[in-house]
T-cell receptor, first 111, second 111 residues
Framework: NAGVTQTPKFRILKIGQSMTLQCTQD?????MYWYRQDPGMGLKLIYY???????DKGEVPNGYNVSRSTTEDFPLRLELAAPSQTSVYFC??????????FGQGTRLTVV | RKEVEQDPGPFNVPEGATVAFNCTYS??????FFWYRQDCRKEPKLLMS???SGNEDGRFTAQLNRASQYISLLIRDSKLSDSATYLC????????????FGAGTRLFVKA
């Protein structure tokens, strides 16, 4: 049972490049989330999804897009990378009333 | 008012000390409560759920006060390995899709 798996673990992007952060879970969780965490700061919600085909914005959605075509996968897309998007990105999933499970994170640097 | 508020600390305590953290939440309809632990540069991991009757897991005790809308975490006989950031987490009931994380309380346990 792998839980929540994020890829890649590390990435360096140049300004203006695009990339997709992958997140997949094998626990059949309906709720999935993307957070970013800047150094010394708390988690900020980027986007979330309550099921396949349904997504919604969190606190800081600008510059990001998501899709949820299956229950298992919730990729996060950066279209035009900016230095302000340098951060650690965490994907999480849960059932309705249970705790959230996190992936190990993707450390992204935009230069 | 933030949905979930925690004292950011840091709390600096000697080994063997007892330390307590509080967390307040604004949504009185919130149903599920948790404490997570986050080590530096790692993903948050569930420490314990918080039940209405209070619950204990070894040196850790969590309590919920619905009337005053706060939860607490007590750590007895602190160990060096307890040094981490402790996150208070709330799952709201109404429209309960978003898992709300506090910004975290930093704990340093010193020899």
């Amino acid at each position: 049972n792998a839980g929540v798996t994020q890829t890649p673990k590390f990435r360096i992007l140049k300004i203006g490049q695009s990339m997709t952060l992958q997140c997949t879970q094998d626990m059949n969780h309906n709720y999935m989330y993307w957070y970013r965490q800047d150094p010394g700061m708390g988690l900020k919600l980027i986007y979330y999804s309550v099921g396949a085909g349904i997504t919604d914005k969190g606190e800081v959605p600008n510059g990001y897009n998501v899709s949820r075509s299956t229950t298992e996968d919730f990729p996060l897309r950066l279209e035009l990378a900016a230095p302000s998007q340098t951060s650690v990105y965490f994907c999480a999933s849960r059932l309705q009333s249970t705790e959230a499970f996190f992936g190990q994170g993707t450390r992204l640097t935009v230069v | 008012r933030k949905e979930v508020e925690q004292d950011p600390g840091p709390f600096n305590v000697p080994e063997g000390a007892t330390v307590a953290f509080n967390c307040t939440y604004s949504n009185s309809a919130s149903q599920s409560f948790f404490w997570y632990r986050q080590d530096c540069r790692k993903e948050p991991k569930l420490l314990m759920s918080v039940y209405s009757s209070g619950n204990e897991d070894g040196r850790f005790t969590a309590q919920l006060n619905r009337a005053s809308q706060y939860i607490s975490l007590l750590i007895r006989d602190s160990k060096l390995s307890d040094s981490a950031t402790y996150l208070c987490v709330v799952n709201p009931n109404t429209g309960g899709f978003k898992t709300i994380f506090g910004a975290g309380t930093r704990l340093f346990v010193k020899a």
